[in-house]
Every structure is written in C-alpha cells, then in structure tokens.
C-alpha cells in the first residue's frame, strides 16, 4: 500500500482533491491495481467489462514505463502523476458496485470509457517514444514534442470529465508543474543534441542488436577485430612503465607497443588462453583414448574376468569424456560471448571519453586485448599523485559523463564505475576502462573479494542481494556509484576509506554517506562546490527512482563547466585548488448486482491473429475491427491490411493507404514500409512523390523494419551514398536479412565489425 500512500501524498502537494458525484472526499482508498483486475476478472466472467481491463492494463504499463524511464522524466512524471489519477478514480469506481452498474447501462458513458481507453492508447505511445533511448535523434523536433504532450494532456482531463471522474484541480499549479517539466526535459534533451551530434540512431540500434544477440545467446559468428602481431611493433624509446604485471600472483601484464603510429597497450586475456589450451587437451586426450581404444581391441582374447574390467573401464573413459566434452562447449560458449562482448566494445570507438579498443592479437604466443595506451594511468594514481584544481575537477567529471550517457544511450551498463576504472591521459581527458567483459578473469580472485573491491561504490540496493533475493544491477545502480566516483574525485580519496567492510555495509544500508568537508575559499568557489555537491546527492540518493539520470547529470555538469569557464575568464586564481499497506476491502454479492449490465463480447487481440492464421477472416476482422476503434495500433493495421488484400471486407485501397500513412505518422515501421511501396507504386489514388517515398521508407527503416533497412541501404549505395547506405546494410544484416548480408559480403564488408 505505499505506492497508495505516496500517490496520495504527491497529489495533496500538487493541490488534487478528489470527490465523488456527492462531494464526499475519496482520501480513503485502499484498492491496488492488481485487487481491481482481479475484481474485473470476477465481475466480468471474461465477457462482461473487459473495457476496465484493459483500462487498468495501460494504466499500469503507463506507470511502468514512467517510473523506469532513462530520459525525459519530468515529462513523463507529468503524465504519471495523471496516471495514477485515472488509476484511483477506476478503483473507486469499482468499489461502488451501484455507481458501477448505474454508469455503465448508459450507452453514452460506455462510449465515453472506450475514447478514454483510445486516449490511455496514445499516452501509452507517447511516453514509449520519449522513454526510448533508440529514438534519441528522432525526438529532437521539441516542438512536436511540446505540442503532442499539450494535446494528449487536454484529451485526457476532457476524458475524466466525461467519465465523471470529478477531481478539484488547481489549474495555475498543475500548469505550473507541466510547463517546468516540460521546459527542463526540452532544455536537456537540446544539451544532449549539442554534445553527441555524432550519437546518430543507427549507431545506437546496432549496439542494441548487437546487445540483443548476445542476451539471446546468438553470438556465434560476432567477433572481434583480429590484429597481426607483425602490426605491433616496439616504442622507439623503451621506459619502465611500459610493461606492468606480469610477476608473482599477478599473472596479467600490460605492455606498450605502437599500432599504426599510435600507442596501445597490450593487456593479456586468460579467457582466450584458457579455452586455447582447453582444445589442446581435448585433442591429446582424444589421442590418448583412441590409444587405448586400440589396445583393447588387440587384447580381445584375454579371460572373461579382464575383459569385463576393459569394458568397465572404458565405459567409464567414456562417461569421463562425455563430461569433458560438455565443459569444453561450456568454455567455447564462453569463449564466443568474449568475442561478441569485445566486437561491441570495439564499436564505442566513436566516443572519445572511453577507452578505444582495437582488437586482439598475440604477443609472445600470449593471446592480448590491444586498448590506446594511457600514459599517467588510473584517475586514482593521477589524484594520488597530483592535485587537481576545480576546474579541472568539473571538466573531467564532465567528460566521464559524457562517456557514460554514450553507453546508456547504447543500453550498455558498465558495472564497475570507480576513479581506478578511469584512464587518464596527460591532458586530462578522462578514458571510461576496464568493463566487466575485458576484466582480468583470475582464478585465484574469489567471489567475495570481487565484491570487496567495489563495494566502496556500490548501490545499497546490491548491497543487499543474496543467494535467495538476488537484486539486478539497473542503471540507478550505476548512477549511485558515479556518485561515488565524483565524490571520490572531489575529495580525492576512497570513499570510507578508514571503515572496514561490515561497517561500510552498516553506514550505507543505514542511509547514511561520506561528509562534504569543504575547507574555507572565496564565494564563488563556495557557489560552485554547494552546486556540486547537489550533483552528488541526486546520485546517491537512497531510493533509485529518485537518482537522477547520466543525461540529467550531464546537462548539469555542462552548466557549471561553463560557469567554471567564466570564473576563469574573471579571475584564474578562483578555483585553483583548495584545502579543503490496507487489505482491500471485500466486495459481496458482484455477480448479482453486475448481471443487470450487458456488453458485447471483445475477444482478446492475439485471437484476431490465430483467427486470421486459420483464415477465419470473418472472425479476425471484427476482432480486428473492434480492437482498433479502440485506439490499437496493431489492430489499426491488420484493419489497413484487410483492406488492402480485400480479406472478407470489400477490397479499399484507398482506404488502407489512409489507415497506413496514420500509422507511419505515428511511427509505426511496417505500415511506413507498405505506404512508401504504395507511393512508388501509385497505388490508392497516390501519386509518384520520390521525397515522400524516401521519407516513409526511412522512417520504416528508422523504426527497426530489417527489410526497410536493407532497401534503402541498398538504394542509397546505388545513389553513390555508400557511408549511409551501409549502415542500414549492417542494421538489417544484424537482424539476420540473407540479402543484405550476401550484398554485405559482395562488397567486402564485414558487417560485424
């Protein structure tokens, strides 16, 4: 019942006060969302009100969506706190079964509940699109953005005053509320537009199909970039600090080398080694058995007594190398996810604020990751050994930000965020290193000491997992531990540094963090240290859907760069370096006092597809036909689609390019695809528009049609646009499209890499 608490608390801060048609306050309500569908399941007897299902199930996929959101938050805050509205109005609703039965006999109010349905449809849509990483570029148009929330906004409180849903609003504050939210999401999304121009859409769903492989354990064949040795030649001037590890325990080494002009550093990878030498002993112990299967065969003659042993014996031989065998596919399943996992990361190249990955090669029969080379080592070494000053304090926790919005954008976690996974160059320019796939795989590092390295930094949430409750690390996880990044850069120490592991647990599971101990300095510096300090504390804070987002953070950070930079102008001295829960109430006799309200039967939409599938067209249509009218996209373009092949209904195509253009405007890829072959084709009164055809084929494409993609990839490379036309090859290839791959491989191109 908190998440009843807390509604209820939010909309008595926004000034919401909720009434019934008599005036009686509705401050008492105790019904959850899941109590209220079983409540419909029991009413309904799967046919009576399926409309307040459905109702409740995009209310509560709207608050979902909302609460887990990575962008635009406040926006979709907004809309949740509507949500939540919508949601404790149908549970009262259904609490009064009189009211219930009353409302729902008048034609005009069940009318009113399916264009609220249609209405819930769209917000649904909407926040999807806002909350979408993948749509990063194509939600840049802020205008469109600004308007869509203002209308679906109006059609909504139209909607719960339709249905009698009566709520006192202070207008002045909720409008208040919408245009800040609005506003600040408009302004963070234009600071992320302006700094990760080069982050275009493509990129990011060919890291989220890339991601997707692997998650789905279809990573055979995604391999990572395989450098000849012969390419990795000696620095002209060899210093002690171009080879590290590689003594005592420490097995791993890193070694400096030059590839191409550049320096990179050569760090040894057991995974590889290990399933090398894995295959190895596989062939010498399939020798060794076809040895010994031949000497049993040439000692057949022996006693029954010996023969019954060597039959024993082998079939133990045999039990022994069919475990073997199964270990070895586990190692070269593992071996495989390495590489996708290595191809990925040779993919964040673009970014210049993580570590560069080349590939993998050999070094002294040592299979190694090749990374460009960092020659003042970790940010910890750096802090350790040298003062940093404010500014550049800002600037490099601004550019490592930088570099985790370009992973998140991507859908990438890092895991381990802490000042040592952080490669400095001697400009200061912050490289994000050392991800959980390209850590050193020791043997000899147990469980619990890898926890113990970065429980400094970890979330209280993942504190608290175990064996039994495992808790998923989130990107709230991640926020938590740059919180603790940039404290550690502030202060330049470990955070609880002086606390042993069981006190570390107490004081963060407790709610409690490090102190900020400033030491004395001018106002302005005291400004900036006050406003970063803010930053810190928004990101670990201790409920995670209160920590800010790494784009929120961003936008932050760019902000007091530039006010560093302004101080520096005034005065270069400025900022040098310092000192310093209720049951739900039961509900008696509902089949009787329900029997009275008579609805038409609405099959559920995966029946209209089964339906068609038997070619029960007459049966899929009108399950197709109803789902629709309410506001169903899928069911709004099989509608298209009957029309368009004339399944049961009168062939229309000019009706089915209407349905399909209103769904490719709203960013549905298949019906984008059909409406730009529709306009090539001059089909349903259209005429040949090649910029329409082209904009509708793109947004097909864009929005992760894999045909769509190869096409105008195909198309573009044919106009002599070949960097963007392989693209889209890749993106469909991705998606396992046979002829963009065979056309990849025509010209050449690995698509994986």
């Given at each position: 019942m908190s998440e009843i608490k807390e509604a209820k608390d939010k909309l008595h801060s926004s000034s919401l006060n909720f009434v019934n048609d008599r005036g009686e306050s509705l401050s008492s309500i105790s019904t959850t969302l899941s109590g209220a569908l079983s409540v419909v399941e029991k009413v309904s007897d799967a046919a009576s009100v399926p409309l307040v299902g459905l109702v409740c199930s995009l209310i509560s996929d709207i608050i979902h969506i909302c609460e887990t959101t990575k962008q635009n938050k406040k926006i979709c805050s907004s809309i949740k706190d509507r949500a939540i509205i919508a949601k404790l109005c149908v549970e009262k609703l259904q609490s009064h079964q009189k009211l219930f039965v009353k409302r729902f006999n008048d034609p005009g109010y069940r009318e009113a509940f399916i264009k609220f349905n249609n209405v819930l449809n769209n917000i649904l849509s909407f926040v999807k699109k806002v909350s979408d990483a993948s749509l990063f570029q194509k939600i840049?148009?802020?205008?469109?953005?600004?308007?869509?929330?203002?209308?679906?906004?109006?059609?909504?409180?139209?909607?719960?005053?339709?249905l009698h849903f009566s709520i006192t609003i202070d207008n002045s504050i909720q409008g208040d509320l919408d245009t800040e939210n609005l506003n600040n999401d408009i302004e963070e999304l234009k600071t992320l537009l302006k700094n990760f121009g080069g982050s275009d859409n493509m990129?990011?769903?060919?890291?989220?199909?890339?991601?997707?492989?692997?998650e789905t354990?279809?990573?055979?064949?995604?391999?990572?970039?395989?450098?000849?040795?012969?390419?990795?030649?000696?620095?002209?001037?060899?210093?002690?600090?171009?080879?590290?590890?590689?003594?005592?325990?420490?097995?791993?080494?890193?070694?400096?080398?030059v590839l191409k002009g550049s320096d990179v550093a050569c760090i040894s990878c057991f995974i590889d080694e290990e399933t090398e030498n894995n295959e190895n002993n596989e062939n010498n112990e399939n020798n060794e058995n076809n040895e010994n299967n031949e000497n049993m065969e040439s000692k057949e003659n022996k006693e029954n007594k010996e023969n019954k042993e060597?039959?024993?014996?082998?079939?133990?031989?045999?039990?022994?190398?069919?475990?073997?065998?199964?270990?070895?596919?586990?190692?070269?399943?593992k071996m495989e996810r390495f590489q996708a996992e290595l191809a990925i990361l040779g993919k964040l190249k673009d970014s210049t604020n993580i570590l560069r990955f080349y590939g993998l090669s050999k070094l002294d029969g040592q299979r190694v990751m090749v990374f460009e080379w960092t020659e003042w080592g970790n940010l910890?070494?750096?802090?350790?050994?040298?003062k940093i000053d404010w500014s550049n304090k800002i600037h490099i926790a601004l550019d490592i930000c930088r570099g985790l919005v370009f992973l998140h954008l991507a859908s990438i976690l890092h895991h381990d965020i802490r000042c040592k996974n952080i490669m400095m160059t001697p400009r200061l320019e912050p490289k994000i290193a050392n991800f959980e796939y390209s850590r050193e795989n020791d043997q000899l590092t147990t469980g619990y000491e890898k926890t113990v390295k970065v429980l400094h930094w970890m979330a209280p949430e993942k504190i608290s997992s175990t064996k039994e409750k495992p808790v998923q690390y989130t990107y709230e996880c991640e926020i938590f531990s740059f919180g603790m990044l940039l404290w550690e850069l502030t202060f330049e120490k470990i955070p609880y540094k002086n606390l042993n592991i069981e006190e570390v647990k107490k004081t963060v599971l407790s709610g409690k963090r490090e102190s900020f101990e400033f030491g004395e300095c001018n106002s302005e510096l005291t400004k900036l240290q006050k406003r970063l300090r803010k930053i810190i504390e928004n990101a670990w804070d201790e409920k995670p859907g209160a920590r800010k987002t790494s784009q929120t953070i961003f936008t932050k950070f760019v902000k007091l760069a530039n006010y560093c930079e302004d101080l520096d102008k005034k005065d270069p001295n400025i900022l040098k370096y310092d000192s310093s829960n209720s049951p739900s109430q039961p509900i008696s006799d509902i089949q009787e006092k329900t029997e009275k309200i008579s609805f038409p039967y609405i099959k559920p939409f995966p029946e209209g597809v089964k339906s068609h599938?038997?070619?029960?067209?007459?049966?899929?249509?009108?399950?197709?036909?109803?789902?629709?009218?309410?506001?169903v996209p899928s069911a709004k373009y099989w509608k298209a689609y009957y029309y368009d092949h004339g399944y049961h209904v009168k062939k229309d195509l000019a009706t089915a390019a209407r349905l399909y253009k209103e769904l490719a405007d709203d960013g549905f890829a298949d019906a984008s695809l059909r409406y730009s072959q529709m306009i090539l084709t001059k089909e349903g009164g259209l005429q040949l528009d090649k910029n329409a055809f082209l904009m509708y084929l793109t947004k097909a494409a864009d929005n992760g049609n894999y045909f769509a993609q190869f096409k105008l990839g195909d198309l573009l490379v044919k106009q002599g646009n070949k960097d963007t036309g392989v693209k889209y090859l890749k993106l469909a290839a991705l998606s396992d499209n046979v002829k963009a791959i065979e056309l990849l491989k025509k010209m050449e191109i690995n698509f994986i890499n």
């Amino acid at each position: 019942m908190s998440e009843i608490k807390e509604a209820k608390d939010k909309l008595h801060s926004s000034s919401l006060n909720f009434v019934n048609d008599r005036g009686e306050s509705l401050s008492s309500i105790s019904t959850t969302l899941s109590g209220a569908l079983s409540v419909v399941e029991k009413v309904s007897d799967a046919a009576s009100v399926p409309l307040v299902g459905l109702v409740c199930s995009l209310i509560s996929d709207i608050i979902h969506i909302c609460e887990t959101t990575k962008q635009n938050k406040k926006i979709c805050s907004s809309i949740k706190d509507r949500a939540i509205i919508a949601k404790l109005c149908v549970e009262k609703l259904q609490s009064h079964q009189k009211l219930f039965v009353k409302r729902f006999n008048d034609p005009g109010y069940r009318e009113a509940f399916i264009k609220f349905n249609n209405v819930l449809n769209n917000i649904l849509s909407f926040v999807k699109k806002v909350s979408d990483a993948s749509l990063f570029q194509k939600i840049a148009n802020t205008i469109s953005i600004k308007e869509k929330f203002e209308e679906l906004t109006i059609e909504f409180d139209s909607s719960m005053n339709m249905l009698h849903f009566s709520i006192t609003i202070d207008n002045s504050i909720q409008g208040d509320l919408d245009t800040e939210n609005l506003n600040n999401d408009i302004e963070e999304l234009k600071t992320l537009l302006k700094n990760f121009g080069g982050s275009d859409n493509m990129f990011i769903q060919e890291i989220q199909k890339l991601n997707h492989k692997i998650e789905t354990n279809k990573f055979q064949g995604i391999k990572a970039i395989e450098i000849d040795p012969l390419k990795l030649i000696k620095p002209d001037v060899f210093r002690d600090s171009d080879r590290r590890g590689g003594n005592g325990f420490l097995k791993r080494f890193i070694i400096k080398k030059v590839l191409k002009g550049s320096d990179v550093a050569c760090i040894s990878c057991f995974i590889d080694e290990e399933t090398e030498n894995n295959e190895n002993n596989e062939n010498n112990e399939n020798n060794e058995n076809n040895e010994n299967n031949e000497n049993m065969e040439s000692k057949e003659n022996k006693e029954n007594k010996e023969n019954k042993e060597n039959k024993e014996n082998k079939e133990n031989k045999e039990n022994k190398e069919n475990e073997e065998n199964i270990e070895q596919k586990e190692i070269k399943k593992k071996m495989e996810r390495f590489q996708a996992e290595l191809a990925i990361l040779g993919k964040l190249k673009d970014s210049t604020n993580i570590l560069r990955f080349y590939g993998l090669s050999k070094l002294d029969g040592q299979r190694v990751m090749v990374f460009e080379w960092t020659e003042w080592g970790n940010l910890e070494e750096v802090y350790s050994d040298r003062k940093i000053d404010w500014s550049n304090k800002i600037h490099i926790a601004l550019d490592i930000c930088r570099g985790l919005v370009f992973l998140h954008l991507a859908s990438i976690l890092h895991h381990d965020i802490r000042c040592k996974n952080i490669m400095m160059t001697p400009r200061l320019e912050p490289k994000i290193a050392n991800f959980e796939y390209s850590r050193e795989n020791d043997q000899l590092t147990t469980g619990y000491e890898k926890t113990v390295k970065v429980l400094h930094w970890m979330a209280p949430e993942k504190i608290s997992s175990t064996k039994e409750k495992p808790v998923q690390y989130t990107y709230e996880c991640e926020i938590f531990s740059f919180g603790m990044l940039l404290w550690e850069l502030t202060f330049e120490k470990i955070p609880y540094k002086n606390l042993n592991i069981e006190e570390v647990k107490k004081t963060v599971l407790s709610g409690k963090r490090e102190s900020f101990e400033f030491g004395e300095c001018n106002s302005e510096l005291t400004k900036l240290q006050k406003r970063l300090r803010k930053i810190i504390e928004n990101a670990w804070d201790e409920k995670p859907g209160a920590r800010k987002t790494s784009q929120t953070i961003f936008t932050k950070f760019v902000k007091l760069a530039n006010y560093c930079e302004d101080l520096d102008k005034k005065d270069p001295n400025i900022l040098k370096y310092d000192s310093s829960n209720s049951p739900s109430q039961p509900i008696s006799d509902i089949q009787e006092k329900t029997e009275k309200i008579s609805f038409p039967y609405i099959k559920p939409f995966p029946e209209g597809v089964k339906s068609h599938n038997a070619r029960d067209y007459k049966t899929a249509w009108e399950i197709f036909e109803c789902h629709a009218n309410l506001g169903v996209p899928s069911a709004k373009y099989w509608k298209a689609y009957y029309y368009d092949h004339g399944y049961h209904v009168k062939k229309d195509l000019a009706t089915a390019a209407r349905l399909y253009k209103e769904l490719a405007d709203d960013g549905f890829a298949d019906a984008s695809l059909r409406y730009s072959q529709m306009i090539l084709t001059k089909e349903g009164g259209l005429q040949l528009d090649k910029n329409a055809f082209l904009m509708y084929l793109t947004k097909a494409a864009d929005n992760g049609n894999y045909f769509a993609q190869f096409k105008l990839g195909d198309l573009l490379v044919k106009q002599g646009n070949k960097d963007t036309g392989v693209k889209y090859l890749k993106l469909a290839a991705l998606s396992d499209n046979v002829k963009a791959i065979e056309l990849l491989k025509k010209m050449e191109i690995n698509f994986i890499n």
